[in-house]
C-alpha cells in the first residue's frame, strides 16, 4: 500500500512538472532610423560599417526581401505596431489619432503579462502619446533624459528595462528605437563619438544619386552615423548577455525606412522601404539563416510577435504571421508588397502607392499632374541643393531634378537589374504584361485594405477624376493642420502635479 501512495506522489509531482506552463519569451524589439538596408554589411556594404549588426545577423535569420511600407517614420511605425495599413490605422501623417478602437504592441503585451517600455520615437510609436507604456527609457529616475545620440545611455536604458520587468516579476518587451542614422547627423566636433569615421573619398555613393564631392561628403557624415548607430546596437546587446537573459529573449532588428536623402526617405522606391529585418529566436531560428524566397513586411509584424508569445491575433489586422518561417517552414502566397505613403511631417498631402515584387516595382503618383510638386524633408539636405545647382548645366541631373519633383502618374522598375529606380518602363513594350499584372495586384490589395486611393487609381486617365481626389484630401490635411493649430495655441489651466510631483 505504501509503495502503492509513493508511486501516485510521484507521478503526481512528475505531471505537475510536464504541466508547468512554459516561461514566457522576452522581447528586444531594436529599429535604428532612416538606414538604408546596403548600408549594413550583410546587406551589401562594402564599407566596414556595422560590425555588431552583423554579428547578430550571423548569429540570426536575416530576411532578403523584407520591406516596410512607408516611407517616413511616424506612419511606418504605426503599421509595424498595429498591424495595419495607414488608412486603416489612421496614421496616416505626423499627427495623434486618438480615440482609437484597435490594440496595439504595447495594449497586446500588456494583456499578455508583459512588462513594457520603450525608448527613442516614443511620440512616433503610438497613435497617440502619451501612451501606456510602463516606462519610458528615454527619462531618468531622477528626471533627466538620455541623449538620443550618447552609444552608451543606450546600455544604461536596456540594462533599467530588463531590471524593472524583473522587479515586476515579468518577461520584457522592450522597443528600443535607436536615433541614428536620422539628421543631424555626426559632425567632426560632435561630443557624441561613432567607433569610426569615414571620409568622403572612401564612401559608396548610390545608384539613386550621383557622384559630387559635397555628395560625398554629406554620405560621410551619414555612414558615420551609421556606425554610431551599430556601436548603439553593440551596446543594447551587450546589456542583454550581462543580464544572462539572451538565450531567454527574442530580438528583433529592423530600419524604419531608407537614408535621409533624395529618392530614399519618404518615397516608395526600392531603397525607401528595403528594410534590413534580422530575429534571432533561440532555439528556433538557425543562425546565419538567409531568408531568400519569401517577402515579408511591417504589417505582419504584430501578428508575428502574437504568435511568437502564443497571444491571439485582434480582429481587424491586415498583416499575416510569418511565425512559420522562423522555424524553417515555408508560406504560399509572399510574393508581393503593398507600399502606401500619403504626406510628411509638414502637412504636405502627396499619396504614393506602390506593388512590389521580386522582379518589378510598380508606382501610382496621384499627385503628378505636371505642376504640384513633391515636398519633402531631404529638400533640406546638401544632396537636394547641389542637384538643384547642378542641373542648370547638366541634362541628366536636370531629369534627374523634375523625376523628383513632379514625378508621373505611373511608374515601372525591373527592380532586379535595376534597383535604384532609374529607368521607368511603363511605355516599354516587353514589359507591358508585368505593366498590366501589377497594376492588378495593387487594386487587389487597395480593393481589400479599403484604401481610399482606390477611386482615383481606377480613374488614373481620367484627370479629372484625379484632381478631386487630390483636392479632397488636401482639404482635409490643411483642415487638420488647423484643428491641430488651433488646439495648440489655445490657452490651457493650471497643469495637475502627479504623485511623483512631475506635471501631468
Not at 119 to 127: D, M
Not at 238 to 266: R, W
Not at 378 to 395: F, I, P, V
Amino acid at each position: 500500500m505504501k509503495s502503492l501512495l509513493q508511486l501516485s506522489v510521484s507521478l503526481l509531482f512528475a505531471f505537475s512538472v510536464c504541466a508547468a506552463p512554459a516561461e514566457k519569451i522576452n522581447l528586444l524589439l531594436i529599429t535604428v532610423d532612416d538606414m538604408s538596408c546596403d548600408s549594413i554589411g550583410v546587406f551589401g556594404c562594402p564599407l566596414d560599417t556595422t560590425p555588431n549588426i552583423d554579428q547578430l545577423a550571423a548569429e540570426s535569420l536575416r530576411f532578403e526581401y523584407a520591406h516596410v511600407q512607408v516611407g517616413n517614420c511616424f506612419p511606418s511605425r504605426n503599421v509595424m505596431w498595429s498591424g495595419r495599413y495607414s488608412h486603416n490605422n489612421g496614421v496616416e501623417g505626423f499627427y495623434p489619432v486618438k480615440p482609437i478602437d484597435f490594440p496595439v504592441l504595447c495594449d497586446l503585451m500588456k494583456d499578455a503579462g508583459y512588462y513594457t517600455a520603450i525608448r527613442g520615437k516614443v511620440t512616433h510609436s503610438t497613435p497617440y502619446h502619451p501612451y501606456d507604456w510602463d516606462d519610458d527609457l528615454t527619462e531618468n529616475p531622477d528626471g533627466s533624459r538620455e541623449h538620443m545620440k550618447d552609444v552608451e545611455s543606450y546600455h544604461r536604458s536596456v540594462k533599467r528595462g530588463i531590471e524593472n520587468a524583473e522587479a515586476a516579476g515579468k518577461p520584457f518587451c522592450l522597443n528600443i528605437n535607436i536615433s541614428d542614422p536620422h539628421k543631424p547627423f555626426w559632425y567632426p566636433e560632435d561630443k557624441n563619438p561613432a567607433s569610426k569615421i569615414y571620409t568622403a573619398e572612401e564612401v559608396p555613393v548610390p545608384g539613386f544619386l550621383f557622384d559630387d564631392p559635397i555628395v560625398r561628403e554629406e554620405l560621410a557624415l551619414y555612414y558615420t552615423s551609421v556606425r554610431r548607430a551599430d556601436d548603439c546596437v553593440g551596446a543594447i546587446l551587450s546589456a542583454l548577455e550581462e543580464s544572462g537573459l539572451a538565450e531567454d529573449t527574442f530580438v528583433m532588428f529592423l530600419s524604419d525606412h531608407g537614408m535621409p536623402l533624395p529618392f530614399a526617405k519618404t518615397q516608395l522606391y526600392h531603397h525607401s522601404t528595403w528594410t534590413p529585418l534580422i530575429i534571432k529566436w533561440p532555439g528556433k531560428t538557425d543562425a546565419g539563416a538567409v531568408d531568400e524566397r519569401h517577402m515579408v513586411s511591417a504589417v505582419d509584424f504584430l501578428p508575428t510577435l502574437c504568435d511568437v508569445i502564443d497571444a491571439d491575433h485582434p480582429g481587424g489586422m491586415d498583416g499575416r504571421s510569418f511565425e512559420p518561417l522562423l522555424r524553417g517552414e515555408t508560406q504560399k502566397d509572399r510574393d508581393s508588397v503593398f507600399k502606401i505613403y500619403n504626406e510628411n511631417s509638414g502637412g504636405n498631402r502627396h499619396p504614393i502607392r506602390a506593388i512590389e515584387t521580386k522582379d518589378y516595382l510598380y508606382i501610382f503618383n496621384p499627385w503628378s499632374d505636371g505642376e504640384n510638386q513633391f515636398k519633402t524633408a531631404t529638400q533640406g539636405t546638401a544632396t537636394y541643393r547641389r542637384m538643384k545647382e547642378l542641373a542648370l548645366s547638366d541634362e541628366t541631373i536636370a531629369g534627374r531634378l523634375e523625376v523628383f519633383d513632379h514625378r508621373v502618374i505611373e511608374e515601372l522598375y525591373d527592380v532586379r537589374s535595376d534597383a535604384d529606380c532609374r529607368t521607368n518602363l511603363v511605355g516599354s513594350e516587353p514589359h507591358r504584361a508585368a505593366l498590366r499584372e501589377h497594376r492588378r495586384m495593387l487594386e487587389r490589395y487597395m480593393e481589400e485594405s479599403g484604401d481610399h486611393a482606390l477611386v482615383a487609381f481606377q480613374n488614373r486617365t481620367d484627370p479629372a477624376v484625379v484632381s478631386a481626389y487630390m483636392e479632397r484630401v488636401s482639404a482635409e490635411a490643411a483642415e487638420r493642420r488647423r484643428t491641430m493649430r488651433e488646439a495648440k495655441n489655445a490657452p490651457r489651466g493650471k497643469k495637475k502635479k502627479s504623485k511623483k510631483g512631475k506635471a501631468e
